[in-house]
């Protein structure tokens, strides 16, 4: 059973679209993230969703938008594509808040902008 | 802020060598410290954590213990093996909510 998935694991898309990844998690976990990871694989954190209410916000740009229709789901949604948002996105979920609970990651979707 | 600094890769060990991948930390508070691991074309997978000092955490035959006198979590395996190429990355979650990553160290096993 997959505890964290994303969906596409692949998308190649013009610069300009508007794009979406999907994200849902089984694990009953009440905070869920966003990650990116750059070309060099340096992994920051984009947003974090905490029983559906945004909790951080990494200064990311307003063409970003996070969507968390409830707990288990939280979509990435990102207008105007730029060459520079290739990347792999990386959601994930942990329990709740506390710094001892464990962040669990899903597979990683891979956006490349052409 | 919080940070982590890992040691600059790649690292290129051949089978059954020892492996150790140098991590330390600046933190406000008392954080918890995770190794995650990435394989090729795949995602995070948490390796081990340790959430106090003097914690050790251990899996797969990882180790890397909790050091607050000197703001370290460092990775060793006594014998590594192939299948263990692999960018491991250090982590610190000091309460804020979010993973604080290191720059990871890829590692490459030869047969």
């Known amino acids: 059973d997959t505890a964290v998935s994303q969906t596409p694991k692949y998308l190649v898309t013009q610069m300009g679209n508007d794009k979406s990844i999907k994200c849902e998690q089984n694990?009953?976990?009440?905070?869920m993230y966003w990650y990116k990871q750059d070309s060099k694989k340096f992994l920051k954190i984009m947003f974090s969703?905490?029983?559906?209410?945004?909790?951080i916000n990494e200064t990311v740009p307003n063409r970003f938008s996070p969507k968390s229709p409830d707990k288990a789901h939280l979509n990435l949604h990102i207008n105007s594509l730029e060459l520079g948002d290739s990347a792999v996105y990386f959601c994930?979920?942990?329990?709740?808040?506390?710094?001892?609970?464990?962040?669990?990651f899903g597979e990683g979707s891979w956006l490349t902008v052409v | 802020g919080n940070s982590v600094t890992q040691m600059e890769g790649p690292v290129t060990l051949s089978e059954e060598a020892f492996l150790t991948i140098n991590c330390t930390y600046t933190?406000?508070?008392?954080?918890?410290l995770f190794w995650y691991v990435q394989y090729p074309g795949e995602g995070l997978q948490l390796l081990l954590k340790?959430?106090?000092?003097?914690d050790k955490g251990s899996n797969k035959g990882f180790e890397a213990t909790y050091r607050k006198e000197t703001t370290s979590f460092h990775l060793e395996k006594g014998s590594v093996q192939v299948s263990d190429s692999a960018v491991y990355f250090c982590?610190?979650?000091?309460?804020?909510?979010?993973?604080?990553f290191g720059k990871g160290t890829k590692l490459t096993v030869n047969p």
């Open positions: 933190a406000t508070g008392y954080p918890s």
């Open positions: 340790a959430t106090k000092a003097d």
């Open positions: 969703y905490n029983n559906k209410e945004l909790i």
């Open positions: 994930a979920s942990s329990r709740g808040q506390g710094n001892g609970n464990t962040i669990y």
């Open positions: 694990l009953g976990h009440d905070t």
């Open positions: 982590a610190l979650n000091s309460g804020s909510e979010k993973l604080v």
